[in-house]
């Protein structure tokens, strides 16, 4: 599977920006995909993530209120649509995407995913 997000940019607090992450090679109906997001220094952090069998929609603390995961089945893409941007939020944000079924517990850990885009920077200017 690969993945390749894109986006991203240079933006002002308050702004919003919807990142893309289209998936192609072979992917099935059970997996979850998912956002990450990386600043300097910093440990990896969940965004957010979708089930693609029945569109289940998970979110870290940061992304709750202001951030929003869809899919579009047809072209096998996930977005990722980002509102009332803070400085905070600048961070490098990687797409990826599971094996298989992922348990609910286990959907906030990066180590549940198998496959990783190579990310797309988000900054965010006061």
């Known amino acids: 599977v690969q993945l390749q997000a894109s986006g991203g940019g240079l933006v002002q607090a308050g702004d919003s920006l919807r990142l893309s992450c289209p998936a192609s090679g072979r992917t099935g109906r059970s997996y979850t995909m998912g956002w990450f997001r990386q600043a300097p220094g910093k440990e990896r952090e969940f965004v957010a993530a979708?089930?693609?069998?029945?569109?289940?929609?998970y979110y870290g603390d940061a992304a709750k209120g202001r951030f929003a995961i869809s899919r579009d089945n047809a072209k096998n893409t996930v977005y990722l649509q980002m509102r009332s941007l803070e400085p905070e939020d600048t961070a490098n944000y990687l797409c990826?995407?599971?094996?298989?079924?992922?348990?609910?517990?286990?959907?906030?850990?990066?180590?549940?995913?198998?496959?990783w885009g190579q990310g797309t920077q988000v900054t965010v200017s006061s």
């Open positions: 979708i089930r693609w069998s029945d569109g289940s929609t």
């Open positions: 990826a995407a599971s094996r298989s079924h992922v348990i609910v517990s286990a959907i906030y850990s990066a180590a549940s995913y198998a496959f």
